[in-house]
């Protein structure tokens, strides 16, 4: 364990990044996150610059050279400061509100300072701002500070202070937290689940068990209580069954491939004794489940898959009419959208009458997050969005024709960046849970770490 602090120290303040919009929603607002975010990207660059992973036989100062040199010729960088330029500007160009034009005797929305560019509604442009700037962080750290066994502590070690976030968040809700128990109910109003980010750090845990084999990290098995089953039971409490079931998928997939990996890579009868670690792992997070969910909440849940019924009453009628409403405000500012958080006041003045009998008190969101980007940000905004993952993309079929001609069994962490992008194409049709910041954190590491995880033609050194 101690190895594991002082060689991967990066990969452990990276985590800590990732992780900290976890540990923080059941006791802080939105505000207090992002500042908290900010403030912890401070160290985690630092020690992205100043320690990356050394290459075999390499002094310090050459690996922080060669690291500098590799940051300033990727496009990436440079996005990224793009992108964290958009987003200030828009978390500084408020204004969108309710007002009330006397001379005309009627309420309208009024516009931002800059009505011409992105915008936002109050401080709502904070904390996106503030996941650009850890996003950035992330990708550059993951892309080039971080080698091939620090990756994988990285996965580790977020998938355990995961875990324990979920851990913590069980544990208030049975202690009575008004924030937890909203959320663990997942009720219908809601249209953004905290258990989204949870079941990305449950793959990137099974990813990192295999690795831990590998690398024979025995001293760390105890992690993946929490690393997988801490995980997989905050994705069962914080996240409805439509998204268990999509996640469910995807980890099937993965479980799979990585038995097959590890019959093929571990010895000593590595492959079982991985299966017995995450039977175990499984088992006591379907006991913290059982202890600490309420009984309703274990209830809808099983009700959900035993029925096959994912979607509750209502929900198709209702999600057709805010996706009408989006499409009205989308089309009137086609190109920068209505502002973030601005959704609820254009469906103010978007709905008629009869429509706010089918939608619920408290409804602030779509139940299709594709509608949400576009009616909020529009094609820019979405835009923006889109081009982190492009870029990843691109490095990921680069490194797809180099692995396909080295000829050698990928590790299963390849399979992150095509079965997370999947699990949000399809569960972003239903909710908006993508666009949270917890999950844009760890989405974009997880398709880092997939993109760099083929192998090579020829010997590599790294980490």
């Known amino acids: 364990m101690q190895k594991l602090i002082v060689k991967y120290g990066t990969a452990a303040h990276l985590a800590l990044l990732a992780v900290a919009p976890l540990i923080l929603f ?17 160290p985690a660059i630092s020690w992205v610059v100043l320690a990356p992973s050394i290459h075999e036989g390499e002094p310090l100062h050459i690996a922080r050279q060669r690291v500098a040199l590799e940051m300033v010729r990727d496009p ?8 964290i330029a958009f987003t200030g500007f828009r978390a500084l160009n408020t204004g969108v509100a309710i007002a009330y034009d006397a001379e005309l005797a009627k309420w309208h929305v009024a516009e931002a300072q800059f009505p011409i560019l992105p915008a936002s509604a109050g401080s709502a442009g ?10 950035a962080v ?11 066994s620090a990756r994988m502590a990285f996965l580790l070690v977020a998938a355990t202070l995961a875990g324990f976030a979920a851990t913590v968040a069980l544990v208030a809700t049975a202690l009575g937290n008004t924030v937890t128990g909203r959320l663990i109910a997942c009720p219908k109003e809601l249209c953004s689940f905290v258990g989204l980010a949870f079941a990305l750090h ?22 993946f209580v929490l690393a997988v089953g801490g995980t997989a039971a905050g994705a069962f409490a914080f996240a409805p069954a439509r998204v268990l079931a999509v996640f469910g998928v995807a980890a099937a997939v993965l479980l799979v491939y990585s038995f097959l990996y590890s019959c093929r890579v571990l010895r000593s ?8 670690v995450l039977a175990i792992a499984l088992t006591l997070g379907t006991m913290l489940v059982l202890s600490l969910v309420p009984e309703e909440t274990l209830q809808a849940r099983a009700d959900a898959f035993v029925e096959f019924c994912f979607l509750p009453d209502g929900f198709k009628e209702l999600r057709e009419l805010l996706s009408g409403i989006a499409l009205k405000s989308w089309l009137t ?22 429509d706010w009998a089918l939608v619920p008190r408290g409804a602030s969101e779509l139940m299709n997050g594709w509608w949400m980007l576009l009616a909020e940000r529009g094609i820019v905004g979405a835009v923006t969005l889109a081009l982190p993952y492009g870029f990843l993309l691109f490095t990921y079929g680069r490194n797809l024709v180099g692995g396909i001609i080295a000829r050698r069994l990928p590790h299963p962490a390849v399979l992150l960046l095509p079965l997370v992008l999947a699990a949000i194409a399809v569960t972003g049709t239903y909710d908006c849970s993508f666009l949270r910041t917890d999950a844009i954190v760890v989405s974009v590491a997880l398709l880092a770490i997939s993109a760099k995880a ?6 590599n050194t790294d980490g």
């Open 26 to 42: 059941p006791f802080a607002g939105e505000s207090v996150i992002a500042t908290t975010m900010l403030w912890l990207s401070v």
């Open 76 to 83: 990436v960088l440079w996005l990224g400061l793009v992108l």
């Open 333 to 354: 500012h086609l190109w920068i959208g209505t502002g973030i958080g601005s959704f609820p006041l254009d469906f103010r003045f978007g709905a008629a009458p009869e």
């Open 138 to 148: 992330l990708l550059i750290g993951c892309r080039h500070s971080l080698g091939r």
């Open 202 to 223: 449950f793959l990137g845990g099974m990813v990192a068990l295999v690795a831990a084999f590998e690398r024979k990290w025995h001293a760390a098995m105890a992690l």
């Open 269 to 276: 009868a590595g492959e079982f004794k991985a299966l017995v």
């Open 454 to 459: 083929f192998p090579v033609s020829k010997r």
């Open 126 to 135: 904070y904390l996106p701002f503030a996941a650009a700037v850890a996003a």
